[in-house]
């Protein structure tokens, strides 16, 4: 599996305004690329408590997983270990979410998050949660 990095710089140059706008509301990724701290950890929430399943393994300090949920939601990411938080300020995903089949898988995933104690935030319908490295993560009923 072969990865390329993100120009931000070049994506960016093509939307009016700043790079701090972000991406227009309603852009849906096919997959993301997660820095993380440490693989088990990342394993641990994204397996064990949000549900997903780890599809490949093998790639040197990386976990591809899909997952159960419908699509888009199951599209690939990758974890990667050993990677610092970046600074604050810094340019770089703010968070991502999945789209749940319904708002009781919403609150299927929120009774597991507050059996493990794992702090989450209420929006609307919509659950945000923060990985054990600080990945925000927000789980949505169907639009």
Not at 60 to 68: D, I, S
Not at 76 to 85: E, K
Not at 113 to 121: C, F, Y
């Amino acid at each position: 599996m072969g990865t390329v990095a993100l120009d931000l710089d070049d994506l960016m140059a093509h939307e009016p305004g700043s790079a701090d706008a972000g991406m227009p509301p309603g852009t849906t990724m096919g997959h993301v690329h997660l820095n993380v701290a440490d693989l088990g950890d990342a394993e641990a929430f994204y397996a064990g408590l949000l549900g997903l399943d780890v599809t490949v393994r093998g790639y040197p300090r990386a976990l591809p997983r899909g997952g159960r949920l419908p699509p888009p939601s199951r599209d690939q990411s990758l974890a990667r270990g050993g990677r610092p938080a970046p600074p604050p300020g810094s340019l770089g995903l703010r968070e991502f979410s999945f789209r749940l089949p319904s708002a009781g898988a919403v609150a299927e995933v929120r009774d597991r998050l507050a059996a493990a104690g794992v702090e989450t935030q209420d929006s609307g319908g919509a659950l945000r949660v923060l990985d054990p490295s600080r990945n925000a993560v927000v789980l949505a009923p169907p639009a």
